[in-house]
């Protein structure tokens, strides 16, 4: 069977003159643990860069070569993005990235190619679809539980609650999951449906496109769950189901 090729969305370190590597350059990187996970299950791994401007290459020229797109989680999406000011200048986002993503999964869907967000990826795909992000949780919902703690960082852990007769509720077996996030949707985007909440505090962590084409997203990171822990939700029936669709 033909292996798919997946593209992932890059992560953006941008031109720092005090960074000791590439002085002064962009850097554009993929996670290993995200590449790694989808490497598990016999697929090809593309890193996407972003065209420069007036480039003979296209990110609809990566939609079209490749047979689905993960989008990588990393730092926040600019509340310019969806029409808002950011509450605190910390909070500004990546609008370069997120520009890129979205320009990206506009291609891959519009060629009906699926789409797998995860963390970041979640919120993206929100925005892009005209949702709307709480740009801080322990600021705007001071009363939810803690999403993300940077000391001890993915063993922060907490429950979920599967709408009844999503995709979840029929392939997931344990409902624990990891959290690395402040922020979060807010407004739902036309076009997507909600497929699970945090258990304490219903936050959205993760939807799925009710269009034509396969889009889902989850909040957690799967891929830096330990696949030996019964008592964490398994990551492979979702990433199989992803396959699975890019395949056709």
């Known amino acids: 069977m033909k292996r798919p090729r997946i593209g992932l969305s890059a992560c953006f370190f941008h031109a720092d003159p005090k960074r000791p ?18 490497q598990a299950e016999n697929a090809l791994v593309y890193l996407i860069p972003s065209p420069a401007d007036g480039a003979p290459v296209s990110l609809m020229d990566y939609a079209t070569d490749l047979d689905g797109l993960v989008l990588q989680g990393g730092s926040d999406v600019c509340p310019a993005s969806y029409g808002e000011e950011p509450l605190k200048p910390e909070w500004s986002g990546d609008r370069v990235r997120d520009l890129y993503e979205i320009a990206l999964f506009k291609a891959f869907t519009s060629l009906g190619k699926p789409v797998l967000g995860i963390c970041r990826g979640l919120q993206l795909v929100n925005v892009a679809l005209g949702g709307t992000l709480i740009q801080d ?15 001890v960082y993915d063993q922060i852990f907490h429950d979920l609650k599967f709408e009844p007769g ?37 936050l959205i962590e993760a939807v799925r496109g009710t ?38």
């Open 166 to 202: 999503s995709w979840l509720s029929e392939h997931g077996k344990a409902k624990r999951v990891n959290t690395i996030h402040h922020q979060a949707i807010a407004r739902l985007a036309p076009g997507l449906a909600v497929e699970a909440k945090s258990a304490e505090d219903d």
């Open 137 to 151: 949780i322990g600021t705007q919902l001071p009363k939810a539980r803690v999403h993300r703690d940077w000391e």
């Open 21 to 38: 590597i590439f002085k002064g350059k962009t850097l554009q990187y993929l996670e290993q643990s995200a590449a790694r996970w989808v």
């Open 211 to 248: 269009g034509s084409h396969w889009v889902y997203a989850v909040q957690w990171h799967p891929e830096f769950q330990d696949p030996s822990d019964p008592r964490l939700l398994d990551g492979k029936p979702l990433l199989r189901e992803f396959l699975n669709h890019a395949r056709k």
